[in-house]
């Protein structure tokens, strides 16, 4: 976890530019911003879980596979890790909020943005088969 409370993915062992990256739960994409100065190509996923809302947000993308609107399931791979934006090597930026960014809930989202590894499952180990993303949501 950074300053930003944004959690870095970076894959070593082989696994850099180009790694799937795959929504962290079902939900709606909500927006889509290429080329941003830090970011990068960013990715904006809106989740409803046990009444609950959320958004996760994927920096540093070298591509997205999805698009504005569309329904995603924790198996759809959203697009790939790379290096775009204000990124010194292949990794992934990860940030969890605790509302929907850009439909109109929240618009100052830092206040918002939760510890991920709080509200999400992820693996305790390299190389573990990877289903349970959403156990640990609230």
């Not at 530019?17 to 809106?46: D, F, P, Q």
């Not at 409803?48 to 920096?59: E, K, R």
């Amino acid at each position: 976890i950074n300053s930003h409370m944004t959690i870095v993915v970076i894959y070593n062992f082989g696994n850099g530019e180009g790694t799937n990256v795959y929504s962290s739960a079902n939900g709606k994409v909500g927006k889509i911003i290429r080329k941003a100065s830090c970011g990068g190509n960013m990715l904006y996923i809106h989740h409803n879980i046990n009444g609950n809302t959320y958004t996760s947000i994927y920096m540093h993308l070298s591509e997205i596979y999805v698009g504005s609107g569309q329904l995603v399931t924790k198996d759809t791979v959203v697009g790939r890790m790379g290096e775009t934006g204000a990124a010194y090597g292949a990794h992934l930026h990860l940030s969890l909020i605790t509302c929907l960014i850009y439909d109109g809930e929240c618009f100052n989202y830092r206040n918002y943005t939760v510890n991920a590894n709080d509200y999400i499952n992820f693996p305790s180990s390299l190389y573990v088969d990877w289903n349970d993303r959403t156990s640990y949501y609230q």
